[in-house]
């Protein structure tokens, strides 16, 4: 069923009035199927995909909350408006609140029957496209990832669209910032992620034994091989190999490296044979790799070659809210494997987390996290509990020579308004910028449509208006 020609399910045990509400829809182009009972309702349900329900609560075999509440518990992709008799404003709202978009009260005529229809499929439609964005493109985690920002939604995008070909990706970002997870979602994500994924630290080994990790040795090439030897490359073979810190290769093997790339062929170090091997490239830096090339510490030829994909990993000072979520991600972990009681961090905690610039990126808060559940325990983690500096840098402190400056005055105090009217006035100004459009007001207010029919309701009860 197209949205062109949506299908309506309208609940109405009252023949004549179904018939007219009927009429009024067809007119205005809609599919129409007629229920005058719950269960009749719930057996189209069942068996036809709906896209609006027009629900009378008052049914003669059940009370249309029911049916309500189960289209929200079972999360149908429906919208549902609530058609009631004068005097049931109060059972309209808690309907809205169960879940419902709208309500229509009796009588109404047939452009605001059709209005609501139109509105309410609106709704529906622009919630399925979040829904839909949200599951592919808002993801919480992704391959080893965790994290819900859009930096990141435009990292798993990245990686989905580099990973099924065999062209070199460079990885750059902060230390702390997970490259080598990226590196295995890209593996992991790849046709290669049954063969082998072989990581190689270029910082982490001495120059001279850097061309035997690589490429291997074969037995007395030099001091201490004391048997042949397999180097990363015929490991990686059918798979990944990952060169991290690729910036730290002294100039000389990058050039061996640079062949290696363009043929796919090497010697192992004190062998004159040449082995073949199917290798996809990945690499990655904490360097501005053009600065490395411009300063003649990097090849711009193997630069070129391996710059094919770019791929910067964000900070995660940059990430908002991902550093709770991964806060809480990494307590859970570690409370598990300590033995610990915590289940969450105070919001006093949480803002410190979110305010502290994390120099160290996800390494940093690894390492605070646990710190901070090995050496404490309780319910919820208090900002006393963090280690320095989170837990609270001191302030600076006037030296005692000088006298205490004088309190700033203040200036004119501006009155305190009751809140009510404070959100009366938005919520107003917001319906007259929509002209009169309850659920686009809502949207802007970042609220529900129900809200502010409740607000409406109780301020006309109180008096308010």
Known sequence: MSQANPRILLVEDTLSLAVVYRQYLLQAGYEVTMAHCGQDALAVLESQPIHLILLDLELPDMDGMEILKLVTEQQLPCAVVVIT???????????MRLGAFDFLTKPFDGKRLCATAHNALQHQQLSSLVAHYRENFERQSFAGFIGASMP??????IIESAAPS???????????????????????SSPRREGPFVALNCAAIPHDLMESEIFGHMKGAFTGAVSDRKGAASLADGGTLFLDEICEMDLELQSK????????????????????????????TNRDPLVEVKAGRFREDLYYRLHVIPLTLPPLRERGEDILLLARELLQRY????????????????????????????????????????LNDGERVEPSMLPPPLSGAPRAVAPLSEAPSAPP????????????????????????????????????LEISPSTIYRKKLAWEESGRT
């Open 85 to 95: 008799a004068h005097g049931s404003a109060d059972t309209a709202v808690e309907a």
């Open 152 to 157: 990141m939604q435009a990292v798993y995008r």
């Open 166 to 188: 065999k062209a070199t990706v460079f990885i750059t970002g902060e230390s702390g910032t997970g490259k080598e997870v990226c590196a295995e979602a890209i593996h992991q």
């Open 257 to 284: 490296l640079l062949r290696f790339i363009q043929t796919g062929s090497f010697q192992k170090v004190g062998s004159g044979k040449t082995e073949t091997v199917d290798v996809r490239f990945v690499c990655a």
């Open 335 to 374: 409370v598990k494997e300590e033995g610990r009681r915590f289940v969450d961090f105070t919001p006093e905690t949480a803002r410190v987390l979110l305010d502290y610039p994390w120099p160290g990126n996800v390494r940093e808060l690894q390492n605070v996290i646990r710190n901070t559940v090995v």
């Open 409 to 444: 005055v203040s200036a004119e105090p501006r009155p305190v308004r009751p809140l009510w009217i404070v959100e009366k006035e938005a919520i107003e100004h917001a319906i007259d910028e929509c002209d009169g459009n309850i659920p686009k007001a809502a949207a802007l």
